[in-house]
């Protein structure tokens, strides 16, 4: 079954600061994978998702980046943080599993 | 505009209590409908639905979907402490390749 690594799993970081955040998958080949950010208490929101090496399509404009390096790699970045990047980051895949979608166990950001 | 809406956004409840949730969809090219259940950290998946009419039950909790009206519901009866959670409803369309998800139902079980 098809798992998938994320971490740190909290990070406080200062405003302007980068930031890098790394998500592998295991069990699973050719994914298509997803970076999704939730406040406090809501819903999720895509940021970015990438069917393949290299490929990254972008939902919302923002401060933040992302890449693939690897098949089961997906990274998101940000040169300079923002207050508003705080948030509940989570990687998601959607592979062979017959549910559709994994999760990451997530990484909580706050930037101060 | 919103594609996934849920209702109640928040909800609170004694044990015991039989809850009901919503969510309406609106998309293009509909293929699925996912229930998660949300703790502390990842979504955990509770249903997948892509068939009209046909209702899913996995001990005290139950899915079912309408594709004609655009919404599903989750029960949850006879409720317990372990059921408070944020409940998230995603919409995946064929096109893609991706789960829109709604802003959640925040439910607290008081004992």
């Known amino acids: 079954s098809q798992t998938i690594h994320q971490w740190p799993a909290t990070l406080v970081q200062p405003v302007g600061s980068p930031l890098s955040l790394e998500c592998t998958v295991e069990?699973?080949?050719?994914?298509?994978l997803y970076w999704y950010r939730q406040a406090a208490g809501r819903g999720l929101q895509l940021l970015f998702y990438?069917?393949?090496?290299?490929?990254i399509s972008s939902e919302v404009p923002q401060n933040l980046s992302a890449s693939r390096p690897q098949d089961r790699q997906f990274i998101l970045s940000s040169k300079k943080l923002l207050l508003s990047d705080s948030g509940f980051y989570l990687c998601?895949?959607?592979?062979?599993?017959?549910?559709?979608?994994?999760f990451g166990s997530g990484t909580r950001l706050t930037v101060v | 505009e919103d594609k996934v809406v849920q209702s109640p956004l928040s909800l609170v409840v004694h044990e015991g209590d039989t809850v009901t949730l919503n969510c309406s969809y609106e998309?293009?090219?509909?293929?699925?409908l996912l229930w998660y259940k949300q703790e502390k950290k990842a979504p955990t998946f509770l249903f997948m639905l892509?068939?009209?009419?046909i209702e899913k039950k996995s001990g005290r909790l139950s899915s079912i979907l309408d594709k004609k009206e655009l919404f599903s519901i989750l029960n949850i009866t006879a409720t317990q402490t372990g059921d408070s959670a944020i409940y998230l409803c995603?919409?995946?369309?064929?096109?893609?390749?991706?789960?829109?998800f709604g802003g959640g139902t925040r439910l607290m079980v008081k004992p």
């Open positions: 998601a895949c959607r592979g062979q599993s017959p549910y559709g979608y994994t």
């Open positions: 892509t068939s009209s009419g």
């Open positions: 990438s069917v393949g090496i290299g490929q």
């Open positions: 998309v293009t090219n509909f293929r699925s």
């Open positions: 995603a919409v995946e369309e064929y096109a893609g390749n991706m789960l829109t």
């Open positions: 069990g699973t080949s050719n994914p298509n």
